[in-house]
């Protein structure tokens, strides 16, 4: 049975819950919150597999709450519900599992459950082994269900296995892997790191149980993908088009993408990539806005195009969008604040100030 909390200040939203997990043999009900911080105290000294949130709460937004609740423990699977729809893209950008609308019916309850199951298992029965790397946001490397991340001793040994990562399981030759890693060193001394190094992260990841994580074949190395779980791995395994996706599986690729590609990282031998994923990533949000908007999900695709600008605010096509969204809400003078408030950011950001097609946009309202 899986573990199961529930927060919502509003009780009788509570005791609804209480009726449709009491009717799901496969769901046991630890306890109900009306206050976000009482879920957060008892998440510290229980075990809970799936936390059902209300988004809009008094004290503390469920997108609030998941993030405290997944820094105490990152694997817990996160339902959001709520009675607006438009709050489906920052629930998967908090990396929820799925949400459910408001009012509760046992059939979208129960298709959750079904889905969110099939996930479990799934993990439990295949991912509970691997390695789990993390490279978008802060990189990362935990031993699977372990908290914690890993900590190495040198920063070769990261950059090395983030380099192999990047190569998705691709061999590269020792030579090839000295002049991108140490460009600059002597050979032999570039040779003897490398051994050094290979040497210490198999000895580290054997002490927590993966001995098959570095392989060598000859002169030549490579990452075991089958023992690691990866989001870049999974980013570029299901990225293809961008322009061609279904909504579930562009909403997927946004969850993945935590923040910029190695983003704690300096790495020469990445920059490319980093910014091809950043490209890919905003074709996701555009994709993200449009989907929304022909579905008339006006918020979330305001939404979407505005995460566009959060990465580069000189995206003006995304800008445009926003502005045609909000005249669907917004009186003139509203959204004249809302340039405003743009053309000041973008001359922080740039030194620069909106083009002329903007401008004329703007004095057409």
Request: hydrophobic share 40%; charged share 30%.
């Amino acid at each position: 049975m899986y573990k199961v909390i529930a927060v919502d200040d509003e009780q009788n939203a509570l005791n609804r819950f209480e009726r449709l997990i009491a009717q799901d043999n496969r769901l046991e009900l630890l306890k109900t919150f009306t206050k976000p911080a009482d879920a957060i105290d008892f998440i510290k000294s229980n075990q809970v597999d799936i936390a059902f949130l209300d988004i809009e709460m008094p004290e503390m937004t469920g997108l609030e709450l998941a993030e405290c609740l997944m820094d105490v423990n990152p694997y817990l699977e996160i339902v959001f519900v709520t009675a607006y729809n438009q709050y489906a893209l920052e629930a998967f950008r908090a990396h929820a599992t799925g949400y459910l609308l408001k009012p509760l019916s046992h059939d979208d309850f129960t298709a959750q459950i079904d889905s969110m199951e099939k996930k479990l298992e799934k993990s439990h029965v295949v991912e509970d082994d691997k390695l789990i790397i993390s490279c978008f946001g802060a990189f990362s490397i935990k031993k699977a269900n372990d908290f914690e991340p890993l900590r190495f001793r040198t920063s070769k040994a990261e950059e090395l296995l983030a380099y192999l990562v990047q190569n998705e399981g691709r061999a590269r030759s020792k030579d090839m892997i000295l002049d991108t890693l140490w460009p600059d060193a002597d050979l032999d001394k570039a040779a003897n790191n490398f051994r050094v190094t290979c040497t210490y992260i198999r000895s580290t990841l054997a002490d927590f149980g993966y001995t098959d994580v570095l392989v060598r074949d000859h002169d030549d190395y490579s990452i075991n993908t089958a023992r690691i779980k990866c989001d870049y791995l999974e980013f570029r395994s299901k990225i293809a088009n961008p322009d061609t996706l279904g909504l579930p599986e562009v909403e997927t690729l946004i969850n993945l993408y935590k923040g910029p590609y190695l983003e704690n990282r300096f790495y020469d031998w990445a920059e490319e990539t980093k910014g091809w994923l950043e490209g890919r990533y905003i074709q996701l949000l555009y994709r993200a806005g449009r989907l929304y908007a022909e579905a008339d999900r006006i918020d979330a695709a305001i939404d979407a195009f505005e995460s566009v600008l959060r990465v580069d605010l000189y995206e003006e096509d995304a800008f445009k969008e926003v502005i045609r969204l909000k005249q669907k809400k917004l009186p003139p003078a509203a959204i004249r604040d809302y340039y405003e408030k743009y053309k000041d950011s973008l001359f922080k950001e740039y030194g620069l100030g909106p083009s002329q097609e903007i401008k004329e946009l703007i004095k057409a309202i």
